[in-house]
T-cell receptor
Framework: KQEVTQIPAALSVPEGENLVLNCSFT??????LQWFRQDPGKGLTSLLL?????REQTSGRLNASLDKSSGRSTLYIAASQPGDSATYLC??????????FGTGTRLQVFP | DAGVIQSPRHEVTEMGQEVTLRCKPI?????LFWYRQTMMRGLELLIY????????DSGMPEDRFSAKMPNASFSTLKIQPSEPRDSAVYFC??????????FGSGTRLTVV
């Protein structure tokens, strides 16, 4: 069964810290992996998309890495800010038409 | 681009009533997905279409749920009859090949 797990489930940190959110998946035959952000009561905003042939992607203070052989991805957030507070979801694509989501990491950054 | 547009944003209905959720994908996207999100189960894929054709509906909970995509710019998810356990946020998303998903803002459904 294809499963996606995210650790930790929740994280609370002071502003300015560098963070690492983890995502693991059971089936390494992936097409791509996407990180999303979801604010309370809102939809999902795409942050980064990594194709299976890539090792990492960067956007501003965010960096996502992918290690297919170990079935892992990490989302690194540099110099965290209160505005980064949200739930972060990892989603793994096993073909071009299907995405399986993890349960998310709920992040709170306090001033 | 206006993104993926869902309507209504909120829906409150009584048990037993028919509910229709609507989605307009991003122009040019060839796949459309319906997801349901609850606290207990997270995000669950209900059904997805490719080039307007339903490909996998194994996530549809039961026969009370149905989805259609009559053309490339419109899809509906219908629940008939609705039940309180159907209360959730329903998301529509669209994509083009391997270029990642774009989600709509969701429809929050409450069945009382």
């Amino acid at each position: 069964k294809q499963e996606v797990t995210q650790i930790p489930a929740a994280l609370s940190v002071p502003e300015g810290e560098n963070l690492v959110l983890n995502c693991s998946f059971t089936d390494s035959a992936i097409y791509n992996l996407q990180w999303f952000r979801q604010d309370p009561g809102k939809g999902l905003t795409s942050l980064l998309l990594i194709q299976s042939s890539q090792r990492e992607q960067t956007s501003g203070r965010l960096n996502a890495s992918l290690d297919k052989s170990s079935g892992r991805s990490t989302l690194y957030i540099a110099a965290s800010q209160p505005g980064d507070s949200a739930t972060y979801l990892c989603a793994v694509g096993y073909n071009t038409d299907k995405l399986i989501f993890g349960t998310g990491t709920r992040l709170q950054v306090f001033p | 681009d206006a993104g993926v547009i869902q309507s209504p944003r909120h829906e409150v209905t009584e048990m037993g009533q028919e509910v229709t959720l609507r989605c307009k994908p991003i122009s040019g996207h060839n796949s459309l997905f319906w997801y349901r999100q609850t606290m207990m189960r997270g995000l669950e894929l209900l059904i997805y279409f490719n080039n307007n054709v339903p490909i996998d509906d194994s996530g549809m909970p039961e026969d009370r749920f149905s989805a259609k995509m009559p053309n490339a710019s419109f899809s509906t998810l219908k629940i008939q009859p609705s039940e309180p356990r159907d209360s959730a946020v329903y998301f529509c998303a669209s994509s083009f090949d391997d270029y990642g998903y774009t989600f709509g803002s969701g429809t929050r459904l409450t069945v009382v």
